[in-house]
């Protein structure tokens, strides 16, 4: 409830999440299931690696789905799931569209391996959207945070001021990308669970 004092009276108005606004984006999509406490843990998880203040999305104003996190300094959009890709990519490319934000789904195992987590991404640009798929999170020794491709393709950045995208690969060979994504893991369960992490 919020309430206006206008000079000619006081205007009462109540804001109250319609199930229809978190429904389904495009007819015939599964609804995105409401997020739980590990998706929550996720989303905030990324905020943190962006060094950035996440507001929960409740009313869905970035956004059309349901939970979410509006990083809002680089102005990204976090969503997490246990459900398998392809699962969701459409509401994500309708969402990139309507809001011109990227979107970052982070996909987790239900149970006992909430740390294997993909990610998927959208990136709106000037008139087309750039897809990258299946990617994993990467520690560097410094302790910077990257989303690496597990086949080829472009490394991201994450930056308190945004996403950086280049086609250079923070890792010199698959020793080291093995060791990069496994220092993140441990890094994201020492996150989730609390304790000590490197």
Sequence with gaps: MTNFYPPN???DLMIEPRPAMLGRVIKGSVTLPTA??????????????MHSRATRDVLNMA??????????????????TACAAPLFLAEMEAEAIATRHPVVLLRHSRGHSETDVTIDLV??????????????????LSGDS???????????????????LTEHSPYADDWDQTAGI????????????GGWSW
């Design 182 to 193: 496994e220092r993140a893991s441990a890094h994201l369960d020492a996150h989730l669970r």
């Design 63 to 80: 956004g059309f789905l349901a939970d979410s996190l509006f990083i809002a300094t680089p102005g990204v959009i976090v969503r997490a």
């Design 36 to 49: 739980t406490r590990t998706d929550l843990k996720l989303m905030r998880y990324v905020a943190s690696l």
């Design 146 to 164: 990257w989303l690496v491709p597990s086949g080829d393709g472009p490394s991201v950045r994450l930056l308190p001021h945004g996403l950086f």
């Design 123 to 140: 990136l709106p640009s000037d008139g087309d959207l750039k897809w990258l798929e299946d990617y994993r999170l990467f520690r560097g």
């Design 9 to 11: 009276g006081a205007i």
